[in-house]
């Protein structure tokens, strides 16, 4: 019995370690207003991490990624993002998103506006940065490495270690590895 204890002890404290990380990293400040607006207000309330009260996840339970806290601290701090996972979003490790970046897995039907168009999902590689205001769209798969630059439009897939910016986005140049 005491063994069970000292091991959940442990466990309680990690959780209580990463979260001091996290308010530390975005602030008290805004921790309570995007828990007054997660918890009370019921935004993103499907949510089980800090999302930012400007932000909007959509599906959230089609979408998988690591619990670090480079990724939460972007969720958490980047206001304006809209995160629509239909098809599904799949991201890696230690992702940076700025303000106002839209991850769009699905498009409406053509011949039915009130359906979703099946497509792959989007996926996202390790140590992936998103500019401010960037949107990746449906079936989109970004290597690992990858930089977007702000206000990209994002409608195909880059290999890793690409810098890509533009309206259609463009390889700008590699990343030396």
């Known amino acids: 019995m005491i063994d069970f204890l000292k091991k959940n002890d442990n466990k309680i404290l990690k959780k209580l370690r990463f979260k001091y990380k996290l308010i530390k990293k975005i602030t008290l400040s805004v921790y309570v207003v995007n828990f007054i607006f997660q918890r009370i207000f019921r935004i993103n309330a499907n949510c089980d991490f800090q999302v930012h009260f400007t932000s909007r996840f959509i599906n959230i339970e089609k979408m998988s990624f690591c619990y670090d806290i480079t990724t939460l601290n972007s969720f958490a701090s980047s206001g ?14 230690n992702f940076l998103c700025a303000p106002g970046v839209k991850i769009i897995s699905a498009n409406h039907d053509y011949d039915n506006l009130m359906k979703s168009k099946k497509d792959d999902p989007i996926i996202i590689g390790d140590n992936v940065w998103i500019g401010a205001g960037a949107i990746i769209l449906p079936g989109v798969r970004l290597g690992d490495n990858c930089i977007v630059g702000a206000g990209s439009v994002v409608t195909k897939s880059f290999s ?5 910016a533009g309206n259609p986005a463009k390889l700008i140049k590699k990343r030396s590895s």
């Not at 890793?160 to 890509?164: D, F, G």
């Open 80 to 93: 304006g993002c809209y995160i629509q996972a239909n098809n599904g979003i799949k991201i890696g490790k």
């Open 160 to 164: 890793e270690n690409s810098i890509i």
